[in-house]
Nanobody, 125 residues
Framework: QVQLVESGGGLVQAGGSLRLSCAASGFTFNMYGMGWFRQAPGKEREFVAAITWSGGNTYYGDSMKGRFTISRDNAKNTVYLQMNSLKPEDTAVYYC??????????????????WGQGTQVTVSS
């Protein structure tokens, strides 16, 4: 069965960095786009970043551009999210997700069908 397991979250001071990882299994990883979303308490789920199946194209939410970088290693079935210059407003649970269809990517929750359990990122001021 499809499994997505995030890791790498934690507590960091404003201006610091974290690297999240998402280990995938149960499907042909290099055929699917992957995405990262986040959800803060009392807020809706927010698109963070997406990457195409080959890694050739990446997409970011407006507030993440220039600070976050999504990447993938298809040999390791893993997608990463490098987060730099973190701000307190980046505090949220971060989720990775697999696209619903092969060879597509997207920024809407509907574009994805499987989600990890999430990893908490807390940025202190």
């Amino acid at each position: 069965q499809v499994q997505l397991v995030e890791s790498g979250g934690g507590l960091v001071q404003a201006g610091g960095s974290l690297r999240l990882s998402c280990a995938a299994s149960g499907f042909t990883f290099n055929m699917y786009g992957m995405g990262w979303f986040r959800q803060a308490p009392g807020k809706e789920r927010e698109f963070v970043a997406a990457i195409t199946w080959s890694g050739g194209n990446t997409y970011y939410g407006d507030s993440m551009k220039g600070r976050f970088t999504i990447s993938r290693d298809n040999a390791k079935n893993t997608v990463y999210l490098q987060m730099n210059s973190l701000k307190p407003e980046d505090t949220a649970v971060y989720y990775c997700a697999k696209t619903r269809r092969t060879y597509v990517s997207g920024s809407r929750s509907y574009d994805y069908d499987y989600w990890g359990q999430g990893t908490q990122v807390t940025v202190s001021s």
